[in-house]
């Protein structure tokens, strides 16, 4: 019989609250940021462009169900005392974005979330996870879908040779 004494820390980071669940030598077991999310009714104004604009991917039937899923705002300050700011989260569509991925798009996001985080973070704080999940997306917007498969003729040596480095990883 292990006796286990668990301690709880809890902390605010930003607009958001960190609950840790610490064992008594202090390996973590839970760590988790609660935030603060509102539902909105309907899609978002300044967001009904990416509704309607021209893009490869994702298809008519998938926008459709992702303007469908609900979007939220979240507190969002801009300094440390800044209690008025707020943003648009679609962390629901980003979800389901990234679960539509082709295989070999969803392995080269994988790649560059670990350049990121291994090279970029350290010297470049500014720049956010969300800032290259969002460059990804607008870049695979561009993107014909059969451009990922091995079968068609659009894929190209150069996605070959990023794929095949990006699975060694």
Not at 57 to 81: D, E, F, G, M, V
Not at 115 to 133: A, M, Q
Not at 149 to 161: I, Q, R
């Amino acid at each position: 019989f292990k006796d286990y004494s668990y301690k709880f820390l809890v902390e605010q980071a930003g607009p958001s609250v960190n609950l840790k669940i610490t064992l008594h030598r202090g390996q973590i077991i839970f760590d988790c940021d609660f935030l603060l999310s509102l539902p909105l009714t309907k899609w978002p104004s300044p967001a009904q462009e990416w509704l309607t604009r021209r893009r490869m991917w994702p298809n008519p039937s998938t926008i459709a169900r992702l303007a469908a899923l609900p979007c939220h705002i979240i507190p969002k300050p801009r300094t440390k005392t800044d209690t008025e700011s707020w943003r648009f989260s679609f962390s629901n569509q980003e979800l389901e974005l990234a679960a539509s991925l082709p295989e070999k798009a969803r392995i080269c996001y994988i790649g560059l979330k670990l350049i990121f985080k291994k090279y970029l973070k350290d010297i470049c704080p500014e720049l956010k996870s969300y800032h290259v999940l969002t460059m990804f997306l607008w870049f695979m917007e561009q993107q014909d879908p059969e451009c990922w498969d091995e079968e068609s003729s659009m894929y190209t040596g150069e996605k070959v040779l990023l794929v095949d480095y990006l699975e060694m990883i």
